[in-house]
């Protein structure tokens, strides 16, 4: 089992910036490729950002990208997203999750791919 805690959502506005943490436990963190992704509620899941287990492999969804940023930290058992220049669109609960297997865009970007999630955290923008 691998046990993931956000932290850093709250309330911007446009223009501003948050920097959302993912804390994991458990497993071997380094032995994960982690991802965000956001719900608006009545939608499903999107994909926001990834990051293979060992950092070297990154991706961004288009809908953000140039905006925000991933990174991890293994050794401190930690993923980040780094937002930036947010919008009001970007209103969403965001949740971490984590996934062990080949790091390609036909698994990163699904959440179905994904073996373990967070509880979420709320960004709100406002205009």
């Known amino acids: 089992q691998v046990q993931l805690v956000e932290s850093g959502g709250g309330l911007v506005q446009a223009g501003g910036s948050l920097r959302l943490s993912c804390a994991a436990s458990?497993?071997?963190?380094?032995?994960?490729?982690m991802g965000w992704f956001r719900q608006a509620p009545r939608q499903e899941r999107e994909f926001v950002a990834a990051i293979a287990w060992n950092g070297r492999n990154k991706d961004i969804a288009a809908s953000v990208k140039g905006r925000f940023a991933i990174s991890r930290d293994n050794a401190k058992n930690t993923v980040i997203l780094q937002m930036n220049v947010l919008k009001p669109e970007d209103t969403n609960v965001y949740y971490c999750?984590?996934?062990?297997?080949?790091?390609?865009?036909?698994?990163?970007?699904?959440?179905?791919?994904?073996?373990?999630w967070g509880q979420g955290t709320q960004v709100t923008v406002s205009s």
């Open positions: 458990g497993r071997t963190f380094s032995n994960y490729n």
């Open positions: 999750a984590a996934f062990a297997g080949t790091y390609i865009p036909e698994s990163y970007s699904k959440a179905n791919t994904y073996d373990y």
